[in-house]
T-cell receptor
Framework: NAGVTQTPKFQVLKTGQSMTLQCAQD?????MSWYRQDPGMGLRLIHY???????DQGEVPNGYNVSRSTTEDFPLRLLSAAPSQTSVYFC??????????????FGEGSRLTVL | GQQVMQIPQYQHVQEGEDFTTYCNSS?????IQWYKQRPGGHPVFLIQ?????EVKKQKRLTFQFGEAKKNSSLHITATQTTDVGTYFC??????????FGTGTRLKVLA
């Protein structure tokens, strides 16, 4: 199993450009999410999905779109990149067991710079 | 703003000293998880606490969940250089909605 795979690992954009960060998992997990990590801010939830066809907003959703057409894939789209979106982005997947336990599996991250 | 706060933000310790990080939520959590992120790496799951007042141990690491399920702590006994990294707590606010704390960066001086 590859786990959670993110592409690209690095990307430089100009202000106003659009792009999509890809995330795929091969563990058949119901739950997927996107976080951004900035110095001193920890990990902030952007969007998440509890299953195919279902998405919801997290703490910082503005400027980002997501869709979940399959269980495996959860792409994150930046429609018009801004310098404030310079960050490291992490995708995560999870399955939750009936006893309430579970864990997040993270991808290796995508470092995005917006000039 | 950030609804799950951690203190301290940074901690430098001599190898062999103990270390504790505290996690505080503004609302009650259904459960709390702890993650470790090595420099340049991604967060890796350490443990999950579900019950009020729960205490769990993993070798030199002790995790505690508060009685009101609004705070938690991670204590490392006799730190080693391999403990270096940033430790995050994450609280579940609704099904699958995990909100992370601000993290505590630990440096261990040999």
């Amino acid at each position: 199993n590859a786990g959670v795979t993110q592409t690209p690992k690095f990307q430089v954009l100009k202000t106003g450009q659009s792009m999509t960060l890809q995330c795929a998992q091969d563990m058949n997990h119901e739950y997927m999410s996107w976080y951004r990590q900035d110095p001193g801010m920890g990990l902030r939830l952007i969007h998440y999905s509890v299953g195919a066809g279902i998405t919801d907003q997290g703490e910082v959703p503005n400027g980002y779109n997501v869709s979940r057409s399959t269980t495996e894939d959860f792409p994150l789209r930046l429609l018009s990149a801004a310098p404030s979106q310079t960050s490291v982005y992490f995708c995560a997947s999870s399955v939750q067991f009936r006893d309430g336990t579970g864990e997040l599996f993270f991808g290796e991250g995508s470092r995005l710079t917006v000039l | 703003g950030q609804q799950v706060m951690q203190i301290p933000q940074y901690q430098h310790v001599q190898e062999g000293e103990d270390f504790t990080t505290y996690c505080n939520s503004s609302t009650t959590l259904s459960n709390i998880q702890w993650y470790k992120q090595r420099p340049g790496g991604h967060p890796v799951f350490l443990i999950q606490l579900v019950k009020s007042g729960e205490v769990k141990k993993q070798k030199r690491l002790t995790f505690q969940f508060g009685e009101a399920k609004k705070n938690s702590s991670l204590h490392i006994t006799a730190t080693q250089t391999t403990d270096v990294g940033t430790y995050f707590c994450a609280g579940e606010r609704g099904t699958y909605k995990y909100i992370f704390g601000t993290g505590t960066r630990l440096k261990v001086l040999a």
